[in-house]
């Protein structure tokens, strides 16, 4: 029966059927009516409605950050425990920044960077696991670029020197194993223990330099106008200026030469502001502080074998205040070093992979802030700390996965040393601390 039917009877009947079709669906597309179109514009306006939008169409809008959540293991000597919480040293964050482009030469932009503490790793002792909560304002600036003439930056920001001890470090361990940090964020909230006890008063940071980090030489996020040259043949120099009164400046320099990488940051600052604490110590009070920091750091990276060696050295001066009521020995000068060694590959097609070993040096003057009392220490009445030193070593593995914008990293670090405590008559007595441990395991993920 079908196979009596011809080609010219199979083309009318695809025709027909074709014709039919096209009828039914311009059929029902007439039926749905304006209805269709209704709920489009509907589901638009909902999408619009949870979309991040800008203000305008002339400067970009960019939101970025990281969440970085870790475990923490600690042994004081006389006690242990397992705390879980953000890593102060580089805490979660988001970030808003944009520019737009005023010429061929000129363009303008803005930062305004929201730390996030879920907890304070920083503020972490024997009897609060929690740290503390909240939001910080990091950063809030505009800037004007020139590709000539550099970059001006009015607003709070980094000053020259800010990061000056670890800015340098250009391998993957920079955001977890860094001279600016490390031990000090880590435990600088946990009270300090001896052989006879834990002292119900005395803070690591308490016995620790009182400039930015407690670590000398590097610099802050004040209220600044700052100016970045242009780079020229690696080189660029960056100074700042904040109010009532700071001022510093920094040269830069990084460049692939051959096989190696090299990255220098050296700088120099002045604080005389009562308003900060960032000097106030030994020769400085909350009504009248000056010092003077110094700090650089460097890294030598072979790229071929993965080798580096990243060190940096950090040092402030108070200069002396007349009007403290302090001895003639007062130690009124703060000095670390450290050193970083290792290598980084990338042996796995998750990412790079760097294995590292450190050890950093702090010698610390007087914190006339710090007074301190008996309990725990063995000591009797009131004292102030005037000099400490403090010797911290360790190492780690990050790991990077390059596909989750993710590093997963494990860091270990022993501290240990002692401090000079002097009492109202001037005697000296000198304590020796217990070993502090510390292991951190955590993640920083990128968005």
């Not at 809008?61 to 705390?83: A, P, R, T």
């Not at 909230?189 to 407690?214: D, E, H, K, Q």
């Not at 802050?220 to 200026?241: K, M, Q, W």
């Not at 106030?280 to 080798?307: D, I």
Request: glycine share 12%; charged share 20%.
């Amino acid at each position: 029966m079908f196979g009596g039917l011809s080609k010219a009877g199979w083309a009318t009947i695809l025709v027909a059927g074709g014709l039919m079709l096209g009828t039914s669906v311009s059929a029902q597309a007439a039926d749905l009516g304006g209805d269709c179109c209704a709920d489009l514009e509907e589901r638009v306006a909902e999408l619009e409605a949870t979309a991040a939008k800008k203000g305008n169409r002339k400067v970009s809008l960019k939101i970025s950050g990281w969440v970085n959540e870790q475990v923490l293991f600690w042994d004081d000597g006389h006690e242990s425990n397992i705390y879980i919480g953000n890593n102060d040293q580089e805490r979660s964050r988001f970030k808003f920044s944009g520019n737009a482009k005023i010429n061929g030469d000129l363009s303008a932009g803005y930062t305004l960077e929201i730390g996030v503490r879920t907890t304070r790793s920083s503020a972490y002792n024997q009897n609060n696991d929690e740290g503390a909560t909240g939001l910080d304002i990091r950063k809030s600036s505009w800037f004007i670029k020139s590709k000539t003439y550099g970059t001006l930056t009015v607003g709070r920001d980094g000053s020259a020197t800010y990061h000056i001890l670890d800015d340098a470090n250009i391998t993957n361990t920079r955001y977890y194993a860094d001279a600016e940090s490390l031990p000090t964020v880590g435990i600088a909230g946990f009270l300090v223990s001896t052989p006879s006890g834990t002292s119900s008063t005395v803070t690591w940071s308490s016995i620790m330099s009182r400039a930015s980090n407690n670590s000398p030489g590097n610099g802050e996020r004040p209220d600044i106008i700052r100016y970045n040259s242009p780079e020229f043949n690696g080189f660029t120099v960056v100074a700042a200026y904040g109010e009532d009164d700071m001022w510093d400046a920094a040269l830069v320099f990084e460049k692939e030469i051959g096989d190696f990488e090299l990255a220098f940051r050296v700088g120099y600052a002045e604080y005389t502001d009562e308003n900060q604490n960032h000097c106030y110590g030994p020769n400085g009070t909350a009504t009248g502080q000056k010092c003077r920091e110094f700090g650089g750091s460097g890294t030598v990276w072979h790229k071929p074998t993965g080798l580096y060696v990243y060190g940096a050295y950090g040092q402030k001066q108070d200069d002396r205040d007349s009007a403290l009521a302090l001895p003639a020995a007062v130690e009124d000068e703060d000095k670390l070093y450290y050193v970083q060694a290792g290598i980084e590959k990338k042996w796995f097609a998750l990412g790079s992979t760097s294995i590292f070993g450190t050890y950093r040096h702090d010698d610390v003057g007087t914190q006339n802030g710090s007074t301190i009392s008996n309990v725990g220490l063995g000591l009797a009445g009131a004292h102030y700390v005037n000099g400490s030193e403090i010797n911290t070593w360790g190492g780690g593995v990050v790991q990077n996965i390059s596909a989750a914008a993710m590093d997963v990293y494990f860091i270990y670090q022993n501290v240990d040393g002692e401090f000079d405590a002097v009492n109202g008559a001037g005697v000296t007595t000198t304590v020796d601390l217990e070993t502090f441990q510390l292991f951190q395991a955590g993640a920083r993920i990128q968005f």
